[in-house]
C-alpha cells in the first residue's frame, strides 16, 4: 500500500522510544461531547499540542489487518494524570486496517476516515486542528481531569468511533507527549504521510498528469504504488 | 442575576451591540459594559471589536496578535498564490486560527474583527467566519461587539442577530442625529429584542434638558463627563480599573433599565 514505507518507519520510531502499551476498554471509553464546545483558558487543565509547540497528528491506514495490533494504546511520555505541565507538546497516531481497499478510491477513503478523528469529539476536550500541516491542538478542561479522562479512556472512544465505521477491521492509537523532539520525530513520518495524500488529492482532482515540474514528482519516485497509480490513470 | 425582578431571565445568551457616531465614548462604555457583566461571575463573556480601529482591546488591557481580518487576508493570499485546500480543510484552518487569534483573561475573552482591506468578493469565505463567531459566541453567556457607527456592519460581518442594543451618543444634535439614523437602519437590517439609549459626557444636567433626544428609543440613563475616566484614556490605562463612581455605577444603571442585569436597587 502506499503507506507501507511511512508504517515501516512508524515502526522504528515506536521502537526506538520505547511507550507504555496497554488495551483500550470499551466500558471506560470516555463519553462523546458537543462539537461545538469550546474549552477557556481558565478552565483548561492541560493543553496538548498548543500552536507554540510541536504537534503532529495523522492517521495512517493499511489493507493488512496482521499489522495492527486491534486495541492496543501506546503512551510515549507522561499519561494525563502523570504530569503536572500545562502544556505538552504532542503527538496522535491512529493506525488502521481496512479492507475493500482500492487504489482509485483511496484519496477518498484516506479524507473520509481523517474525518472521524475529527468528528469525535469528547466531552470536555476541546479540539482545533488543521489536517493539512498535521496539526491537533486540544485543551482539556479541569472537569475531565478531575473525572479521569486519561489516553486509554480517550483511544477506547476512538477505537470505537472507527470500529463503526465499514471497513475498518483493526485500530490502535499512538500518543506521544515525551517532549517536543520525539513529536518533532514523529512529525517527520506525518510529513511524508501528508505529502503522499497531497499527491493522490492531485491525481484525483487533476486531470493534468504530466510528471515534469509537478511538485510531488519526488514522492511519486519514491512511492511504488503511487507510481503505479499515475500510470494507470495515464492509461 | 438578581433574584428580586429576574429581569434578564428571558434571555438563555445576552447579545449587546453597541453602535454610536465616533468619538462619543463608545467604546469606553463598550468596555464598562463588558466589565460589569464580567464582574457579575455569572458566565462567561465575549468582548468583540468590530470598530476597524481595535480601541477596544487597550480600553480592556488586552493584547491583540492578530485580528479576524488578518486571518481572512492570509488565507486570501494563500489562495492567490496557488495553495489549494478543500473547504474541510479551509474550515478546520479556519476554526484553528480563529481561537488562536481569541486573547483571554478570566471569565473573559476578547476577538478583534480588524479592517477588511483585501479587495474583491469573498462572500463564501465571509460567511464562513461570520459563521464561526456565530459558533464561538454561542459557548458565552454574554457576547458585547463594539460596533462600528453604522449598525450594517455589524450585521454584514460579525452577528445578525442580537439581544440588546445600546445606542451612544453625547449631548449634541449631531451624534443624537446619527443614534436616530441607526435605530432606523436597525429596524430594518438587524434582528434585536431590546433597545435604548445611554447619552455620554454629559457637562450637565441643563445641557441634558436642552438636548433634543429622539423620539421612540427609550433612554437608559446618562453619564457626566468625568476627569477621572479622561485621564484613564490619556493614559492608556484599562478601564477594567477604572473606580466604580461615578461612571461604572451610571452604566450599571443604565444596563438595569435595558434588563441586561438585575437592578440592585432593588
Same mark, same amino acid.
Request: glycine fraction near 6%.
Given at each position: 500500500m502506499v503507506f507501507d514505507e511511512c508504517y515501516e518507519e512508524l515502526r522504528r520510531y515506536m521502537e526506538k522510544h520505547q511507550g507504555a502499551s496497554g488495551r483500550v476498554d470499551k466500558d471506560s471509553s470516555w463519553p462523546l461531547g458537543k462539537r461545538s464546545s469550546i474549552v477557556l483558558t481558565e478552565d483548561t487543565a492541560i493543553e496538548l499540542g498548543h500552536p507554540q509547540t510541536e504537534s503532529a497528528a495523522f492517521i495512517l491506514l493499511t489493507d493488512d489487518k496482521s499489522k495492527v495490533n486491534d486495541g492496543q494504546v501506546t503512551v510515549i511520555g507522561p499519561d494525563l494524570d502523570q504530569t503536572s505541565e500545562k502544556k505538552l507538546a504532542f503527538g496522535k497516531v491512529i493506525i488502521l486496517a481496512v479492507d475493500n481497499y482500492d487504489h482509485d478510491q483511496l484519496f477518498d477513503r484516506y479524507a473520509e476516515l481523517d474525518q472521524v478523528r475529527h468528528n469525535a469529539i469528547l466531552d470536555g476536550y476541546m479540539l482545533r486542528a488543521v489536517p493539512q500541516d498535521m496539526r491537533e491542538w486540544s485543551r482539556i478542561s479541569r472537569q475531565a481531569v478531575k473525572r479521569g479522562i486519561n489516553f486509554q479512556k480517550m483511544a477506547s472512544a476512538i477505537y470505537s468511533q472507527y470500529h463503526a465505521h465499514e471497513g475498518v477491521t483493526a485500530v490502535e492509537t499512538l500518543f506521544v507527549t515525551k517532549g517536543s523532539a520525539e513529536v518533532a520525530g514523529l512529525k517527520e513520518i506525518g510529513t511524508k504521510v501528508g505529502r503522499i495524500v497531497a499527491a493522490m488529492n492531485k491525481m484525483a482532482f487533476e486531470m493534468h498528469l504530466d510528471c515534469h515540474g509537478c511538485e510531488f514528482e519526488d514522492v511519486c519516485e519514491e512511492v511504488g504504488e503511487l507510481r503505479k497509480m499515475r500510470d494507470q490513470k495515464k492509461a | 442575576m438578581c433574584e428580586g425582578c429576574g429581569c434578564h431571565e428571558m434571555y438563555e445568551r445576552s447579545i449587546v451591540a453597541v453602535c454610536g457616531k465616533g468619538g462619543v465614548g463608545k467604546t469606553s462604555l463598550t468596555t464598562i459594559i463588558t466589565r460589569i457583566l464580567a464582574e457579575q461571575g455569572d458566565g462567561k463573556v465575549l468582548a468583540i471589536d468590530a470598530d476597524p480601529a481595535v480601541g477596544l482591546a487597550t480600553s480592556l488591557g488586552m493584547g491583540v496578535t492578530r485580528t479576524l481580518d488578518d486571518i481572512r487576508s492570509e488565507l486570501i493570499g494563500r489562495m492567490q498564490s496557488g495553495v489549494k485546500e478543500d473547504r474541510r480543510e479551509m474550515i478546520a484552518r479556519l476554526e484553528y486560527e480563529l481561537f488562536e487569534a481569541l486573547t483571554e483573561r478570566d471569565n473573559l475573552a476578547f476577538l478583534a474583527i480588524g479592517r477588511p482591506e483585501t479587495e474583491g468578493c469573498y462572500c463564501q469565505i465571509n460567511g464562513i467566519l461570520k459563521d464561526m463567531i456565530a459558533s464561538l459566541s454561542?459557548?458565552?453567556? #454574554?457576547?458585547?461587539? %463594539?460596533?462600528?457607527?453604522?449598525?450594517?456592519?455589524?450585521?454584514?460581518?460579525?452577528?445578525?442577530?442580537?439581544?440588546?442594543?445600546?445606542?451612544? @451618543? %453625547?449631548?449634541?444634535?449631531?451624534?443624537?442625529?446619527?443614534?436616530?439614523?441607526?435605530?432606523?437602519?436597525?429596524?430594518?437590517?438587524? =434582528? #434585536? %429584542?431590546?433597545?435604548?439609549?445611554?447619552?455620554?459626557?454629559?457637562?450637565?444636567?441643563?445641557?441634558?434638558?436642552?438636548?433634543?433626544?429622539?423620539?421612540?428609543?427609550?433612554?437608559?440613563?446618562?453619564?457626566?463627563?468625568?476627569?477621572?475616566?479622561? %485621564?484613564?484614556?490619556?493614559?492608556?490605562?484599562?478601564?477594567?480599573?477604572?473606580?466604580?463612581?461615578?461612571?461604572?455605577? @451610571?452604566?450599571? =444603571?443604565?444596563?438595569?433599565?435595558?434588563?441586561?442585569?438585575?437592578?440592585?436597587? =432593588?
Open positions: - | 454561542a459557548n458565552f453567556k #454574554y457576547v458585547v461587539i %463594539d460596533g462600528e457607527a453604522g449598525v450594517e456592519q455589524v450585521n454584514r460581518r460579525v452577528m445578525e442577530r442580537v439581544s440588546h442594543m445600546v445606542l451612544v @451618543s %453625547d449631548t449634541s444634535a449631531k451624534g443624537l442625529n446619527v443614534v436616530k439614523t441607526i435605530k432606523d437602519v436597525a429596524d430594518t437590517t438587524v =434582528h #434585536y %429584542d431590546r433597545i435604548g439609549l445611554i447619552v455620554n459626557r454629559v457637562h450637565s444636567t441643563e445641557d441634558l434638558e436642552r438636548a433634543k433626544l429622539p423620539e421612540g428609543i427609550p433612554l437608559l440613563g446618562h453619564v457626566f463627563e468625568d476627569r477621572q475616566l479622561r %485621564d484613564f484614556d490619556l493614559e492608556a490605562r484599562p478601564l477594567l480599573e477604572l473606580p466604580e463612581e461615578p461612571v461604572v455605577h @451610571s452604566v450599571r =444603571h443604565c444596563l438595569a433599565n435595558l434588563g441586561l442585569i438585575g437592578d440592585h436597587r =432593588h
